[in-house]
């Protein structure tokens, strides 16, 4: 059973520390990490209850999200995301809830393209074959599609939305045609649900082109219910693929990169594992993420968000933005992972779909 909801979003938000004006020099956070990567969470709405993400007990079909008006615009995003590229951030990923889901979201991609990030987007693939080509035409670059199984019923029983496994495979098909490719796939692997299909997962993406990365079941949010027992550690994923295909470690392709890449010895490509849980790499964190009503939040297992939206609504000067992150940034000591325990994992955090995974 999951636990009694404690926090969804954060009750309170904080404007954020009022630091100096930044001064253009390097940015770096209490632990000398800098600021490389951000998340968008676009939206906070999904079409599927990912038991480990949104338990149908509490996003059921009275749940409210977001309103409309309380969600940052295109305009809003594009304007923080220039910002934030001028603080050195090199990658923007647009993720969620769905982020497939919020309307129009090729005119986003297209004023996000010029800023020169790597831009990229995570999804559940369940549109794809629809918004694959109009995504590419965008200036998307690259695309993560979420299948946590190939089995009909295991999937149906994890995406909790009776969502037919060729539906997402259809999706990815229609990526590589658009010219996504490779195509990165997220299979979050819990114990006793879907860990039985580690192995036919490896086996059907060998050779494919694409590259299958296995994600620990963290303990993000508080409302999955998550037990350390439900956990299979990447090293166990490593076991039994290697069992069957044998692998060897493969470098990174720049530092704090959160998959570690594993080859096949017989050249039928490569998989990733994110051991967030088992390995916590806290020490690479480079990653900042905007949630869907323009929160900053410094941790994925943070409890608290500064308020940007309400510095862009009332006025606030680009310099005030790029001042207000700067000061967030330097003042960040997050390590969640690092430090996780029993305890910790039952605190209030909020939760994946609204702070974007
Ligand atoms: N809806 C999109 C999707 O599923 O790809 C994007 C948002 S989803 C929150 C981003 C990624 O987070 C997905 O790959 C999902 O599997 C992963 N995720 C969600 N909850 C998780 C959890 N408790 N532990 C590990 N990964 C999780
Ligand atoms: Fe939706 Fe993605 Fe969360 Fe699944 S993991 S419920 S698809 S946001
Ligand atoms: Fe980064 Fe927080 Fe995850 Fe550590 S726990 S890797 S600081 S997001």
Same mark, same amino acid.
């Given at each position: 059973?999951?636990?009694?909801?404690?926090?969804?979003?954060?009750?309170?938000?904080?404007?954020?520390?009022?630091?100096?004006?930044?001064?253009?020099?390097?940015?770096?956070?209490? @632990?000398?990490?800098?600021?490389?990567?951000?998340?968008? $969470?676009?939206?906070?709405?999904?079409?599927?209850?990912?038991?480990?993400?949104? %338990?149908?007990?509490? !996003?059921?079909?009275?749940?409210?999200?977001?309103?409309?008006?309380?969600?940052?615009?295109?305009?809003?995003?594009?304007?923080?995301?220039?910002?934030?590229?001028?603080?050195?951030?090199?990658?923007?990923?647009?993720?969620?809830?769905?982020?497939?889901?919020?309307?129009?979201? %090729?005119?986003?991609?297209?004023?996000?393209? %010029?800023?020169?990030?790597?831009?990229?987007?995570?999804?559940?693939?369940?549109?794809?074959?629809?918004?694959?080509?109009?995504?590419?035409?965008?200036?998307?670059?690259?695309?993560?599609? $979420?299948?946590?199984? #190939?089995?009909?019923?295991? &999937?149906?029983?994890?995406?909790?939305?009776?969502?037919?496994?060729?539906?997402? #495979?259809?999706? +990815?098909?229609?990526? =590589?045609? *658009?010219? !996504?490719?490779?195509?990165?796939?997220?299979?979050?692997?819990?114990?006793?649900?879907?860990?039985?299909?580690?192995?036919?997962?490896?086996?059907?993406?060998?050779?494919?082109?694409?590259?299958?990365?296995?994600?620990?079941?963290?303990?993000?949010?508080?409302?999955?219910?998550?037990?350390?027992?439900?956990? +299979? %550690?990447? =090293?166990?994923?490593?076991?039994?693929?290697?069992?069957?295909?044998?692998?060897?470690?493969?470098?990174?392709?720049?530092?704090?990169?959160?998959?570690?890449?594993?080859?096949?010895?017989?050249?039928?490509?490569? +998989?990733?594992?994110?051991?967030?849980?088992?390995?916590?790499?806290?020490?690479?964190?480079?990653?900042?993420? @905007?949630?869907?009503?323009? *929160?900053? &939040?410094?941790?994925?297992?943070?409890?608290?968000?500064?308020?940007?939206?309400?510095?862009?609504?009332?006025?606030?000067?680009?310099?005030?933005?790029?001042?207000?992150? =700067?000061?967030?940034?330097? @003042?960040?000591?997050?390590?969640?992972?690092?430090?996780?325990?029993?305890?910790?994992?039952?605190?209030?955090?909020?939760?994946?779909?609204?702070?974007?995974?």
């Amino acid at each position: 059973m999951p636990q009694k909801v404690i926090s969804i979003r954060p009750e309170s938000r904080t404007p954020g520390p009022k630091g100096p004006r930044y001064d253009g020099g390097p940015l770096a956070d209490k @632990l000398g990490r800098s600021l490389r990567d951000l998340r968008i $969470s676009v939206t906070d709405r999904c079409n599927f209850r990912c038991v480990y993400c949104m %338990p149908r007990e509490v !996003f059921g079909n009275d749940y409210k999200f977001l309103p409309h008006a309380a969600i940052l615009s295109f305009e809003e995003i594009a304007r923080l995301a220039a910002v934030f590229v001028g603080l050195g951030v090199k990658k923007i990923r647009l993720t969620g809830g769905e982020p497939l889901l919020r309307k129009d979201l %090729p005119r986003l991609i297209e004023m996000l393209a %010029p800023l020169g990030a790597d831009l990229t987007l995570t999804t559940n693939g369940s549109t794809l074959v629809k918004h694959a080509r109009a995504l590419k035409d965008a200036g998307l670059e690259r695309l993560t599609v $979420s299948l946590d199984s #190939l089995d009909e019923a295991t &999937f149906r029983a994890m995406n909790d939305a009776d969502f037919p496994v060729a539906k997402v #495979l259809g999706g +990815i098909a229609a990526a =590589a045609a *658009a010219g !996504f490719s490779p195509v990165k796939i997220n299979m979050v692997v819990k114990r006793g649900v879907n860990d039985h299909q580690v192995v036919e997962a490896a086996r059907y993406w060998r050779d494919s082109g694409h590259i299958l990365r296995f994600i620990e079941y963290m303990d993000v949010g508080s409302t999955n219910g998550w037990r350390m027992d439900d956990v +299979i %550690p990447s =090293a166990e994923v490593l076991r039994r693929i290697g069992e069957a295909f044998p692998l060897e470690p493969a470098e990174a392709n720049y530092a704090g990169e959160v998959a570690a890449r594993w080859r096949y010895t017989d050249g039928a490509g490569e +998989i990733g594992v994110i051991s967030s849980v088992t390995r916590a790499f806290c020490r690479d964190c480079n990653r900042m993420r @905007l949630s869907t009503e323009g *929160a900053l &939040f410094t941790c994925l297992f943070a409890q608290q968000g500064h308020d940007l939206k309400a510095l862009l609504r009332e006025g606030g000067s680009d310099d005030d933005i790029r001042d207000r992150i =700067a000061a967030v940034w330097r @003042l960040r000591d997050d390590r969640y992972s690092e430090i996780r325990t029993a305890q910790t994992a039952r605190l209030p955090k909020v939760e994946m779909s609204y702070i974007g995974g």
